[in-house]
């Protein structure tokens, strides 16, 4: 499997390379970008888009696609934080806002959690152009997809235990609505079916804890309809027929950071619920709570270990319920 999805990744980047060499970054219109059946030049249909802003919430689930963002009590630092990334098209590259900064998120092998995506793309006059990608017919032929890169080892992880990109290290689920620019919640779209998903909106299960490494979001638009056999290319995998053949944006890098697993959250104390634990020395701990501290404290450059020990003592007494007015798709 690691070979193939090796071979996989140098095709795609020559693909990519030879999508984006002939590609133009100074307007969403389309651009030149490939060759007909016997050499003739055809016009791209490509949309090139100047910047993307992507929103990452933390949440729960309602039922599938059902995506509500979680509360956390207003005592909180770090625990809970969402993110809001920004990039910007310059030449054949997404170069990242300086105020981006990596996404360091929980992963729950349980399922029991989520963590919600959604993409929104403008032009150079800051319109957005979401919309262009999928109406029209054109969600017969866009496609996201999330490649997990540079997988390694973060602070806790002391079992070292080799994943690669796929679906035993994470799943992905498109969430797109019609109308795109509504949401299910609210009663005004609908979740559109496989085929026609975009992944403008979803949400990820990551299933392995304590793990480093750089999500790829690539977007595709196939000449033809994207599907194969009727069926779209798991989220994680295009086809190597796509791979050479299809028209690419080039990848946006989002370093992320699995810091702790959501059984994490319970620390073994048995009165870490009681405001005392706030105070107690760091020795009093058991080896296994002062690991889980220190993974959060090195996730967030925190260096005061109490300061850490609030965290998981606010997340269960703190106040906070559960606001139905979070983000929902």
């Known amino acids: 499997m690691k070979t193939k999805m090796l071979k996989s990744a140098l095709g795609f980047m020559v693909g990519v390379l030879l999508a984006i060499g002939a590609t133009s970054c100074d307007s969403d219109d389309p651009v030149n970008n490939g060759q007909g059946k016997n050499g003739e030049e ?4 490509m949309i090139v888009p100047a910047r993307v802003e992507i929103s990452i919430y933390e949440g729960h689930l309602h039922g599938v696609k059902k995506f509500h963002q979680n509360t956390h009590a207003k005592e909180l630092k770090y625990l809970g934080t969402n993110y809001k990334l920004v990039y910007e098209l310059k030449g054949n590259k997404w170069v990242a806002s300086p ?7 929980l992963a729950d092998p349980t399922k029991g959690g989520a963590t919600a995506v ?3 793309y403008f032009d ?8 262009r990608y999928i ?7 866009y496609q996201h997809f999330f490649i997990a890169e540079d997988i390694r080892s973060g602070y806790g992880d002391i079992d070292k235990r080799e994943v690669s990109n796929g679906s035993d290290f994470f799943d992905y689920e498109y969430c797109d609505t019609d109308p795109w620019n509504e949401t299910n919640h609210s009663g005004r779209a609908k979740f559109v079916d496989a085929p026609l998903a975009v992944g403008m909106k979803g949400y990820f299960h990551f299933l392995v804890p304590y793990k480093r490494f750089n999500l790829e979001v690539r977007l595709m638009r196939s000449e033809n309809n994207k599907l194969t056999d009727g069926k779209p290319s798991p989220f994680y995998a295009p086809t190597e027929q796509q791979i050479a053949k299809a028209e690419w944006l080039p990848s ?14 319970e620390l073994e104390a048995d009165d870490y619920d009681n405001e005392v634990i706030l105070t107690r020395d760091e020795s009093e701990f058991s080896e296994h709570d002062r690991r889980v501290i220190h993974t959060l404290m090195d996730a967030f450059g925190e260096t005061d270990f109490h300061k850490g020990v609030a965290e998981f003592f606010w997340n269960i007494v703190g106040s906070g319920g559960h606001d139905m007015d979070n983000f929902w798709f």
Do not use: R, W
């Open 42 to 45: 055809t016009a791209s249909k």
């Open 99 to 105: 105020e981006n900064k990596t996404v360091t998120i």
């Open 118 to 120: 959604d993409i929104h």
């Open 124 to 131: 150079k006059d800051n319109h957005e152009i979401t919309g």
């Open 135 to 141: 109406t029209g017919g054109e969600n017969q032929h």
């Open 252 to 265: 946006i890098v989002i370093p992320v950071n699995l810091y702790l697993s959501t059984a994490d959250l």
